[in-house]
């Protein structure tokens, strides 16, 4: 073995080892199923319906804010107050799960109703950021909402 070689061979194994130890040092990814896209309208559908129950029952839902009490309650497709009650702890509880920008993403896209450009604009961030953690806070939301029953 000449010089250049083994010298090369010392410098792949000292790469080798820093780049495992920069993989050991990195946080750990977590990974979702990745089939939970196919959730995703469902989702936005019960988060919409979460929006429009928990205004009925007399509270804006916890990402938009404070208590909103009304005189009347309109109708709604619950057997039970009580069960429009559970519903809306049940999703309050699946949404504390998310981080603060995932929050703010779901607020604005699906409960203010704001398209992806213009949440990007609200929030001052990148487009493809949005499109990015949109999706992604979806897919938590669904992940929760399947290991609950909700969906």
Known sequence: MSASQLH?????????VA???????LPEVEFRDPDLW???????????RYLRIS?????LPSLLGRELFRSKVTSYRMSSFED???????????????DDFSKRVVTTIVFQDYGQDEAAEVLRCA????????????DKIS??????GLS
């Open 55 to 59: 205004i009925e029952v007399g509270r």
């Open 38 to 48: 196919l959730y995703r309208k469902r989702t936005v559908a019960l988060l919409k």
């Open 8 to 16: 090369e061979d010392a410098y792949s194994t000292r790469a080798r």
């Open 127 to 138: 487009r493809r950021t949005i499109c990015r953690a949109f999706p992604d806070a979806l």
């Open 19 to 25: 780049f495992t130890s920069e993989l050991d040092s």
């Open 143 to 148: 992940e929760i909402f399947l290991e609950g």
């Open 84 to 98: 429009a009650v559970i519903f809306v702890h049940d999703v309050e509880r699946a949404l504390a799960h998310l």
